[in-house]
Nanobody, 124 residues
């Protein structure tokens, strides 16, 4: 399975972006998925995770209701809606899929498929 993240870009503080993660070469239907991010000089951190059906989601404490993860299994795509963006949200955002579990997991080592990342830059 190959994952392709898109939708990043430059946005002003308070703006919104919607990231997409499209899968090819296989189905994401039975895989849990997640979005991670890595800011310059910082470690990669999980942003949000979603179960195979979309019925269960998990978010980093710092995110709360600011972001929403969702998926459309018919389109083989996972999304991250990001609202009220702040300069500290600037990072390279990666999508990931876990072929060994259908349920939410919050650690990077649980995910075995990774996209290349899409850059989100929030200007002040």
């Amino acid at each position: 399975v190959q994952l392709q993240a898109s939708g990043g870009g430059l946005v002003q503080t308070g703006g919104s972006l919607r990231l997409s993660c499209a899968a090819s070469g296989g189905r994401l239907t039975r895989y849990a998925a997640a979005w991670f991010r890595q800011a310059p000089g910082k470690e990669r951190e999980i942003v949000a995770a979603i179960s195979w059906s979309g019925g269960s989601t998990s978010y980093a404490d710092s995110i709360q209701s600011q972001f929403t993860i969702s998926r459309d299994n018919a389109k083989n795509t996972v999304y991250l809606q990001m609202n009220a963006l702040k300069p500290e949200d600037t990072a390279l955002y990666y999508c990931a899929a876990d072929s060994r579990s259908m349920f939410v997991r919050n650690t990077a080592y649980a995910y075995d498929y990774w996209g290349r990342g899409t850059l989100v830059t929030v200007s002040s």
